[in-house]
C-alpha cells in the first residue's frame, strides 16, 4: 500500500497518441491526477472517463494534470480513443501487473466467456503533488462507486484554501 507522503512509482508508457507518458516529467502547478480503469471491457470505465473527459478543463484550471490508465495493450487502447468520448483525456497502455502491483492496485482475471483480458487491474484514483509524492488515494477491489469527479474538484479547492495537508500518513 503506497502511503500519503510517500514518493509514488514511476509511469513511463505509451500514449495513444504515439507519443509517451512519464509521470517524472509532469510539472503540474497543484498535482497530476493518475486514473487507472479496468479497460476497454468495462462500461463503467467507459462512462467514469466520458466524466472525465467534460471535466478535463476544469482539472486543468485547477492547475491539475491528468493521465488515464490501464493494463490493455495497443490495439484494446486505441479502440477506446477512437470509439469512446475521451476528447483529450492522455490514454496510457500497456502497464504491467509488475507495475499495477507496486501501485497498490487490485489485479483480476478474465471471467469466462467475457470480453476481458486475461488479467487487468481495478480502478483507482491518485493525486500526486509535484515532488512525485502520494497526496490521495481511492483504490477499489471493484468498478463501481468511484469518486466523483466534481467532489473531486471541490476537495482539489478546498485543499488549496486551507492548505489541508494529506490525511493517512500513519499507516
Known amino acids: 500500500m503506497l502511503k500519503p507522503g510517500q514518493k509514488v512509482p514511476e509511469l513511463d508508457l505509451p500514449l495513444t497518441i504515439d507519443a509517451r507518458y512519464e509521470l517524472s516529467q509532469q510539472d503540474p502547478e ?10 476497454k471491457h468495462c462500461p463503467i470505465c467507459k462512462k ?3 466524466e472525465l473527459s467534460k471535466h478535463l478543463w476544469d482539472f486543468s484550471s485547477r492547475g491539475v494534470n491528468v493521465v488515464s490508465v490501464s493494463m490493455d495493450d495497443k490495439e484494446r487502447a486505441c479502440v477506446i480513443d477512437k470509439e469512446w468520448d475521451t ?16 501501485w497498490g492496485l487490485y489485479i483480476s482475471e478474465k471471467r469466462e466467456g467475457s470480453d476481458e483480458p486475461d488479467k487487468f ?3 483507482a484514483v491518485f493525486l500526486v503533488r509535484p515532488d512525485g509524492t502520494l497526496y490521495y488515494a481511492s483504490v477499489q477491489n471493484a ?9 473531486l474538484l471541490e476537495a482539489i479547492d478546498f485543499i488549496g484554501k486551507k492548505d489541508y495537508p494529506a490525511r493517512g500518513t500513519l499507516t
Do not use: H, I, N, Q
Open 143 to 151: 468498478p463501481f462507486a468511484r469518486p466523483p469527479l466534481d467532489e
Open 121 to 123: 487491474s481495478e480502478p
Open 87 to 102: 476528447g483529450d483525456v492522455p490514454l496510457a497502455y500497456d502497464l504491467s501487473e509488475e507495475k499495477a502491483r507496486e
Open 48 to 50: 467514469y472517463l466520458g
Open 30 to 39: 497543484k498535482f497530476t491526477l493518475v486514473v487507472f480503469y479496468r479497460g
